[in-house]
């Protein structure tokens, strides 16, 4: 199993999917028309991963925005990953938001799928200090 790592675009997210680090990382916009196309080799990385995970794995989504295509695929991968769980693997998944509709959907994924998931918020305002 090779590590994966997709570079970030305007209309996507930073992926790394790490197995002997046992990192799953989403990070920044996901605006993907075609998100099959996108996220399905995610999802089978991380069906071939649960046959054999990390002695630890950790999970961090870190959207600033996505659309509802890439939702509908948020809740496949949390699905997969709840086997981490139901298998007593050591897994935290954070969800890391700025605003309130990010974390407001966080909630919905983790009351849905029904793991835990740790809600993190991101103090945005540190570049803001800065004062003339």
């Known amino acids: 199993m090779e590590k994966k790592l997709i570079e970030p675009t305007d209309k996507s997210p930073a992926v790394i999917l790490d197995n002997s680090k046992g ?3 989403f990070e920044g916009r996901s605006l993907i028309e075609d998100s099959e196309k996108f996220f399905m080799p995610i999802v089978e990385w991380i069906i071939e991963y649960l046959e ?3 002695a630890k794995t950790e999970v961090n989504f870190k959207f ?6 890439c939702s509908k695929w948020l809740i496949t991968i949390t699905k997969q990953l709840k086997k981490l769980f139901e ?5 935290a998944i954070n969800w890391f938001y700025e605003d ?3 974390l407001e959907y966080g909630e919905v994924i983790r ?9 993190i918020p991101v103090d945005d305002d540190d570049d803001d200090d800065f004062e003339i």
């Open 23 to 25: 990192l799953i990382e």
């Open 52 to 54: 054999s995970p990390a």
């Open 64 to 69: 600033e925005y996505f659309n509802t295509s």
């Open 87 to 91: 298998i007593g693997a050591d897994c």
């Open 100 to 102: 309130e509709d990010v």
């Open 111 to 119: 009351d849905l799928v029904d793991i835990p998931i740790n809600m």
